[in-house]
Every structure is written in C-alpha cells, then in structure tokens.
C-alpha cells in the first residue's frame, strides 16, 4: 500500500508540472538572450535613425543659410533695380534734353556762321583803315581764321572762340606800347614804334631818321631832327630798357599839321 501511494504522489508532480523548472530555466535563458539581441538591434537603430536626423538637420541648417543669403541678395536686387530704374529715368531725361540741345545747336549753327563770317569781313576792313602795323602778322592771322571755319574737324565753338580771340589781340592794341623790327615795302628794314593805336613811327636802324604815319593821307610823314630824342625814348620805354615816364611826342592833327602832345606812359 505504500509504495503504491508513492507513485501517486510522484505521477502527481509530473503531471501538474511540479518537477520541470530546469524546462523553464532553459526558456527564460533563450528569451532574455532573444531580448538581448533586440535590444541592441533598437540601439544600433536608434543610433543609425539619430545619425539620419542629424544629417538631415545640418541639410536644414545649410538650406536655411543659404535661403537667408538668397533672401538678402534679392533685398539688395530689388535695392539696385530700384536705383537703376530712377538712374535709367534721369538719363533717358537726359537724353531728351541733349537731343533738344543738337536741335538747338543746329539752328544756331544756321545763324553763328553767318556771323563770324561777317565779323571776319569787318575785321578785314577795320585793318585796313587801321595804323598800317604788324601788317603781315595781322593779314596771316586773318588768312588762317577764313581757312578754318572750312574746316569740318573744327567745332563752331572751337571756330567762335577763335575769332573771339583775334578781336581781343586786336582790342590789347589799342591800349599797349609796342617796339619791333620788320621790312618795309621798299624793302629797307626798319624800326617801328607803336603807341596804341594814336601814333606809328618809322626809324632808320641807326635812329638818325624817323617818320609818322599820317592817317589823312596815308602816308610817312618826315619828322623834325629836334624830335628823334623824344622818339627814342620813347622807343626805350616800349623796349623796357627805361623806366616810364611823361613823354613828349609829334602827333598828326585832323587838319594833317604837325603838333607835339603829351602821351603818358603806363
């Protein structure tokens, strides 16, 4: 009877599972390996995904830069297209106001060449009724302003001023002291002595002869001997070899009769 009640008891345990826990010990050791191993798989991903973010993070940061450099260069396009368009604005401004001036200067030019022919013609004339100087310097100055203003590589400004310009050589005549050198129409070479434009003398090189233009009639009037001093000095003065001083000289009157006149000297 009791051995009997042994194997009940034994065929009890193995039945209700009493007597496999070396089973189970076994299982727990193949799930925490199996946990192990998918643990490490989640952190190996874990990091492969934290590395992806943070690729994909410096991609944002680069495109963010690179959006707000785009940002500032069309701030600083719309900027200069700005400026550009009201520059663009002043010269097509500009443009119309050059174009009104070429219309301007070509009407002129219809009028200013006229002129300084004209003037040219009286510059002309007034030489020739003038004190017969610098005859051959005043005649190629005039030459050399009637070929220029055929010149087409000559500006009329450039042509205006430079007949401009001969009429003020022409004004300083008439209030300045002049002495030079130059051959007569008889060829004899001779001194001559300017005072302005009120009196032209004529002396010999030697200073033993001297003449003044007479105006009435166009021709050399001998002066007296007692007079060359007077002349002379005079001549130094132009020369600058003499200090300026209160001259006394022979002067042609209207009625052609010979007066002696004080002239200063500046």
Known sequence: MEMSWQKTVAAFLVTSGLITLPYFANANKDNLSTARSETS???????????????????????????RTTNG?????????????????NQQAEIKKIDQQIRDIEFTEQGILPLMSQMLDSLEQFNQLDLPFLQKERATRLAKLRELMVRAD???SEKYRRVLEAFQIEVEYGRTLETYREKADDNIVYDFLRIG????????????????????????????????????KAQDV??????????????????????VSKEGEQ
């Open 197 to 232: 434009r009120t009196a032209l003398y004529r002396l010999t090189l030697s200073a033993d002869h001297a003449w003044i233009w007479n105006k009435a009639s166009s021709q050399w009037t001998a002066l007296d001997s007692s007079l060359l001093r007077d002349v002379r």
């Open 41 to 67: 798989n989640v952190i190996q991903q874990g990091a492969q995904s934290q590395k992806k973010v943070d690729q994909l993070d410096d991609e944002y940061q680069g495109l963010l830069q690179d959006f």
């Open 154 to 156: 000559i500006t009329i």
């Open 238 to 259: 132009a020369r600058q070899t003499a200090a300026p001083e209160l001259l006394t000289l022979p002067l042609i009157s209207p009625h052609d009769s010979l007066r």
């Open 73 to 89: 260069e069309i701030d600083q396009l719309t900027l200069y297209n700005k400026q550009m368009s009201a520059i663009v604005k």
